[in-house]
């Protein structure tokens, strides 16, 4: 933590400075591509159990939640680029 209040300050505001900015660039990915959004929900309940276990003093080993979040990242992304080859495309030459 930052023993200067002013820093926190900072943080905060320029946090919510590129929260504001990044708003639109990624409502609009989600939108058009839904299973991201279901990734998401996926990611907050695997995060949300993880930390119900701790409380409960079950820990589990965080580098397999990484590993599972990093696998579905990245067949998410195979997901995606598979939906835009196969899209069609709008040509107007």
Same mark, same amino acid.
């Given at each position: 933590?930052? #023993?200067?209040?002013?820093v ?22 989600i939108? #058009?591509h839904? /299973? /991201?959004?279901m $990734?998401?929900?996926?990611?907050? $309940? $695997? ?12 820990h ?16 998410? $992304? ?5 939906y835009?080859k ?5 040509? #107007?030459?």
């Amino acid at each position: 933590m930052a #023993e200067h209040i002013e820093v926190m300050i900072a943080a905060v505001v320029i946090a919510m400075i590129v929260m504001y900015l990044a708003a639109n660039p990624v409502g609009a990915f989600i939108a #058009e591509h839904p /299973t /991201t959004k279901m $990734l998401a929900l996926a990611f907050l $309940l $695997l995060i949300g159990v993880a930390l119900i276990a701790d409380g409960f003093d079950f820990h589990i080993p965080r580098g397999y939640i990484y590993f599972a979040m990093a696998f579905a990242g990245a067949v998410e $992304l195979f997901n995606v680029a598979a939906y835009r080859k196969k899209r069609p495309r709008n040509r #107007e030459s």
